[in-house]
């Protein structure tokens, strides 16, 4: 089977570990192959949380700058900052609300310019997918569901070799009840906005 390889990148407390629990989920009733790793750093704080998933046939779950197939950020700042895992050959999708880190919002820092991020991305990737995944989710039902609908945009690029209805199927067994239908529902629209 070949090997898919997946970053994803986001601010603690925006769900990165329970998208990527769904997707290890929707591998397994796939009888796909799945290795997972995290990255943590001061998640509590407001810090990068970030989970490299390989797919396929692989003996290890490290990937290297230029390997990523899939970049996924929930936050744009922090696509940016993992840009160096990508390649030519990579999809990124990114959500465009910004979470400003403390600096900026101390005044000690800037935040960077939202188009010139795109800029960068596009210059460096086969294909960007970018869309405000947070109104998304707001119209979902809960600004917390950001992780369902950028997870309904990787299904719609047919990189990973899970299907839509896995994925949905790992949703509803994964998350609290009381959110499975608003995670369902922002699935479906992350699925839509990447077509």
């Known amino acids: 089977m070949d090997i898919t390889r997946l970053i994803i990148v986001a601010v603690g407390g925006q769900g990165n570990l329970l998208a990527s629990r769904v997707i290890g989920e929707a591998a397994l009733l796939s009888d796909v192959p799945v290795r997972m790793s995290e990255i943590h750093g001061m998640a509590q704080r407001g810090g990068v ?90 119209q979902a039902g809960s600004v917390m569901a950001v992780n369902m609908v950028l997870l309904g945009a990787m299904a719609q690029t047919g990189i990973l070799p899970i299907s839509a209805e896995s994925l949905k199927e790992a949703i509803r067994t994964k998350t609290k009840k009381a959110f499975v239908e608003t995670n369902l529902k922002a699935f479906d629209l992350g699925f839509a906005a990447a077509g």
């Open 49 to 138: 949380v970030e989970s490299a998933i390989v797919l396929g046939d692989a003996h290890s779950t490290i990937i290297s700058d230029g390997e990523a197939d899939l970049l996924v950020g929930f936050e744009p700042s922090e696509t940016l900052r993992a840009l160096p895992k990508c390649s030519a050959d990579t999809t990124v999708i990114t959500n465009l609300s910004p979470l400003s880190p403390f600096t900026v919002t101390t005044g000690q820092a800037t935040y960077p310019d939202l188009k010139r991020i795109q800029e960068l991305i596009q210059a460096k990737t086969a294909r960007m997918i970018a869309f405000d995944a947070t109104a998304l989710a707001k």
